[in-house]
């Protein structure tokens, strides 16, 4: 059974960083693709970040070259390091992959940034 957890979420003032962590089990990461998404209230989730079991990355416009995704397969983790956050995106930020075609979710970690 694969399961994701994530951890590192707070409340941080506008221009600050958090990295967030997810912790994969059930199958080793190295098979899996992994992404980072984000909720808002009232907002649909939408993708932020995400990196092949090669290591290439991608991530949303709105990204604008302050995160970056990694992987560490020995540790079965992927961490989101996020710099220079703005002010009113607090949000539920998941980690998720695909497993026998199914998605897979995190149960989220909170991230609030004030100003």
């Known amino acids: 059974q694969v399961q994701l957890m994530e951890s590192g979420g707070g409340s941080v003032q506008a221009g600050g960083s958090l990295r967030l962590s997810c912790q994969f089990s059930?199958?080793?990461?190295?098979?899996?693709?992994m992404r980072w998404y984000r909720q808002a209230p009232g907002r649909k989730r939408g993708m932020v970040a995400a990196?092949?079991?090669?290591?290439?990355?991608d991530y949303a416009v709105f990204v604008e070259g302050r995160f970056t995704i990694s992987r560490d397969n020995a540790k079965d983790m992927v961490d989101l390091q996020m710099n220079h956050l703005r002010f009113g995106t607090a949000a539920v930020y998941y980690c998720?992959?695909?497993?026998?075609?199914?998605?897979?979710w995190g149960q989220g970690t909170q991230v609030t940034v004030s100003g």
């Open positions: 990196i092949t079991t090669g290591g290439s990355s």
């Open positions: 059930g199958i080793p990461l190295r098979l899996n693709g």
């Open positions: 998720t992959t695909v497993y026998n075609g199914c998605w897979i």
